[in-house]
Each structure stands twice: as structure tokens, then as C-alpha cells.
């Protein structure tokens, strides 16, 4: 299983971006998905999460700025990103619970990361 995350790049402070993540490879069924990112200096941290059954979780710092949703049939998360702040830049990393069979059990599996630079 394979997570490609995109839609990363430079944006002046107020802007939006949008971040896309595709989970691709042998896969019976994604269940929750979500963002994480790291900044520089400090620990990576949880930034929104969606479950299966679309019920979504946002840190305090970016709710009613961004946006989390899925495309189940594309097994894709994306996080829109609104009125962004040069305190939003960081490493965003996208993940998955995915169960590769129907009697397995669900693994957590990480992308490699996408960079998300604000300028003020």
C-alpha cells in the first residue's frame, strides 16, 4: 500500500491551498484517514481526520480554516486549506487505516509527506 500525498507548495499568508492523498496498492477497505503535519523544531501533530462514515476531527488551531473530506472510490483524503497563517507552515503528512483483506486486520500506513511553506 502506497500513500501519495500532493498539493504542497508556497502561499502568501490569507491564501489557500488544497492537499490531495491517494492510497494505491492492494487494498480491501480504507477506514479512518487523516493529516498530521511537523514543523520545524517540533513534534509531529494530528491536523484533521476523517472516518469512514465521514465523521470529521479537527486540532483547535486550524478548525474553521481547513477542511477535511474522502473520495471513497478513490480512496483519496483531501484537506482544504484556508486562510492560511506562516504558523501553518510544516511537513503535512497524510494517513490511513487500511485492511488488505476481508479478514484482516486494519495497519496504519503513512505518505511521505508534502510542504506546506506561508509567507507573510
Known amino acids: 500500500v502506497q500513500l501519495q500525498a500532493s498539493g504542497g507548495g508556497l502561499v502568501q499568508a490569507g491564501g489557500s491551498l488544497k492537499l490531495s492523498c491517494a492510497a494505491s496498492?492492494?487494498?480491501?477497505?480504507?477506514?479512518?484517514m487523516g493529516w498530521y503535519r511537523q514543523a520545524p523544531g517540533k513534534l509531529r501533530e494530528l491536523v484533521a481526520a476523517?472516518?469512514?462514515?465521514?465523521?470529521?476531527n479537527y486540532s483547535y488551531s486550524v478548525k474553521g480554516r481547513f477542511t477535511v473530506s474522502r473520495d471513497d472510490a478513490k480512496n483519496t483524503v483531501y484537506l482544504q486549506m484556508n486562510s492560511l497563517t506562516p504558523e501553518d507552515t510544516a511537513i503535512y503528512y497524510c494517513?490511513?487505516?487500511?485492511?488488505?483483506?476481508?479478514?484482516?486486520?486494519?495497519?496504519?500506513?503513512w505518505g511521505q509527506g508534502t510542504l506546506v511553506t506561508v509567507s507573510s
Open positions: 476523517i472516518t469512514s462514515a465521514g465523521n470529521t
Open positions: 496498492g492492494n487494498i480491501f477497505r480504507v477506514n479512518n
Open positions: 494517513a490511513a487505516d487500511v485492511a488488505l483483506t476481508s479478514t484482516g486486520g486494519y495497519r496504519y500506513y
